[in-house]
């Protein structure tokens, strides 16, 4: 079963365009919503998170909107640059648990120039 | 930034072997995690560790798997004896915190078992 989904799968984008990346969760008590970003051969790193006190959250061109209600949260790239190319993961935890994050499979991003 | 070590990248063993994974997590961090992914699925939580204890484990964290971080040095997965299905990456992260403090992950060890 999977707890945070994520798509799609892989997305191509062309330069300057907004690339958009969705994941869904079902654990209406996770609270902490990272973005990780992997480039081939390195480790993945965090991007930006968000915690539900907020519906969005913003850095540089990296937004996170998040919706309650519906269990969605998604990452916009705004103006994507080749140098975006990368897979990125998003995950779920929960404060008060251990600290373990529940990822999703990984949206593969091709950004064409 | 700071970084997560993880040596050895790769580790090619037979079948009922066992096999060391190690980790130099962030200096001053408090935390330490294991992750496994296998090829095409996403990362999964093995085990978290603090204090020189395991706090959680998940089911994947079978009877076969140890850890360990003894005086300060690497943070260490054991798996003895492995299996078919141990063959993963395995990544190594480390946090200050806990929920919200972000985890610092290794670049993975690729572990192959014949």
């Known amino acids: 079963q999977q707890q945070v989904r994520q798509s799609p799968q892989s997305l191509t984008v062309w330069e300057g365009e907004t690339a958009i990346l969705n994941c869904s969760y079902e654990?209406?008590?996770?609270?902490?919503f990272p973005w990780y970003h992997q480039f081939p051969g390195e480790s993945p790193a965090l991007l930006i998170a968000?915690?539900?006190?907020?519906n969005k959250k913003e850095d540089g061109r990296f937004t996170i909107f998040f919706n309650k209600r519906e269990k969605k949260f998604s990452l916009h790239i705004a103006d994507s640059q080749p140098g975006d190319s990368a897979t990125y993961f998003c995950?779920?935890?929960?404060?008060?648990?251990?600290?373990?994050?529940?990822f999703g499979l990984g949206t593969t991003l091709q950004v064409q120039p | 930034g700071p970084k997560v070590l993880q040596i050895p990248s790769h580790q090619i063993i037979d079948m009922g072997q066992m096999v060391t994974l190690n980790c130099d997590p962030v200096?001053?961090?408090?935390?330490f995690y294991w992750y496994k992914q296998i090829l095409g699925q996403q990362m999964e939580f093995l085990v978290n560790?603090?204090?020189?204890?395991?706090?959680?484990k998940s089911k994947l964290f079978k009877d076969q798997f140890s850890v360990e971080r003894p005086d300060g040095s690497y943070f260490t997965l054991k798996i003895q004896p492995t299996a078919l299905e141990d063959s993963a990456v395995y990544f190594c992260?480390?946090?200050?915190?806990?929920?919200?403090?972000?985890?610092?992950f290794g670049p993975g060890t690729r572990l192959t078992v014949l």
């Open positions: 968000i915690r539900p006190v907020s």
């Open positions: 995950a779920a935890s929960r404060t008060g648990n251990t600290g373990k994050l529940i």
């Open positions: 992260a480390s946090s200050l915190d806990r929920v919200d403090d972000e985890q610092y």
């Open positions: 654990d209406s008590t996770f609270d902490y």
């Open positions: 200096s001053n961090h408090l935390y």
């Open positions: 560790f603090y204090n020189g204890k395991v706090m959680e």
